[in-house]
């Protein structure tokens, strides 16, 4: 069974860089049998799906988001991560990372951790 | 991008009532050999989500029997033959045939009367 764990800073100052890494146990991130997600949910909100990356594909940005959106794999620590830009007080939300199979693309989700841009 | 929409967004349900929600879509979900990628997910009060039903109609492991989803095209249910306590929280359905870019319903919280 595949496990997902966010980890990073709670609290980002406004125009900083948000970073967050999601650390894989139970497969290999190189697997290639999944895509590998980020989504967000703002307080009280839905769900906002920002982007995914594959070990063999090309990484995909929501268009709304992708101007400062890095994502990438790191093989050796098994895990991916998420970098966005000059971040605001409305990027403020709980981020979660994903995997999921060709299939149905979101199959299971990480626990979730809550980032605040505020000095 | 496919917008979902869902209905009803607030649903008061008695302990042992059935549930019922609907996910439609603004373009038909289907692929393939006729499946469709439409996803359930049940978000319980502070935790995240999970998902129940993929495929439009196939229920994960471990998720109980009451739970249970048909459709295709671009209409799609989601039931719950008998709410119970642990079943409060947010549902959302989602899809992924026309992908990128994943995208979700808004969201029907489920409540106990």
């Known amino acids: 069974q595949v496990q997902l764990q966010e980890s990073g800073p709670g609290l980002v100052e406004p125009s900083q860089t948000l970073s967050l890494t999601c650390t894989v146990s139970?497969?290999?991130?190189?697997?290639?049998?999944?895509?590998w997600s980020w989504i967000r949910q703002h307080p009280g909100k839905g769900l906002e799906w920002i982007g995914h990356?594959?070990?063999?594909?090309?990484?995909y940005h929501n268009p709304s988001l992708a101007s400062r959106l890095t994502m990438s794999v790191d093989t050796s620590k098994n895990q991916f991560s998420l970098k966005l830009r000059s971040v605001t007080a409305a990027d403020t939300a709980v981020y979660y990372c994903?995997?999921?199979?060709?299939?149905?693309?979101?199959?299971?989700w990480g626990q979730g951790t809550l980032v605040t841009v505020s000095s | 991008d496919v917008v979902l929409t869902q209905s009803p967004l607030s649903l008061p349900v008695t302990l042992g009532q059935p549930a019922s929600i609907s996910c439609r879509s603004s373009?038909?979900?289907?692929?393939?050999?006729?499946?469709?990628?439409l996803s359930w997910f049940q978000q319980r009060p502070g935790q995240s989500p999970r998902r129940l039903i993929y495929?439009?109609?196939n229920r994960d492991s471990g998720v109980p029997d009451r739970f249970s989803g048909s459709g295709s095209g671009t209409d799609f249910t989601l039931k719950i033959s008998r709410v119970e306590a642990e079943d409060v929280g947010v549902y959302y359905c989602?899809?992924?045939?026309?992908?990128?870019?994943?995208?979700f319903g808004q969201g029907t919280r489920l409540e106990i009367k």
């Open positions: 994903a995997g999921g199979s060709d299939t149905s693309k979101i199959d299971f």
């Open positions: 139970g497969d290999s991130v190189s697997t290639g049998a999944y895509y």
């Open positions: 990356i594959s070990y063999s594909g090309s990484p």
């Open positions: 373009q038909s979900l289907v692929y393939g050999a006729g499946d469709a990628s």
């Open positions: 495929k439009a109609s």
């Open positions: 989602m899809q992924g045939t026309h992908w990128p870019p994943v995208t």
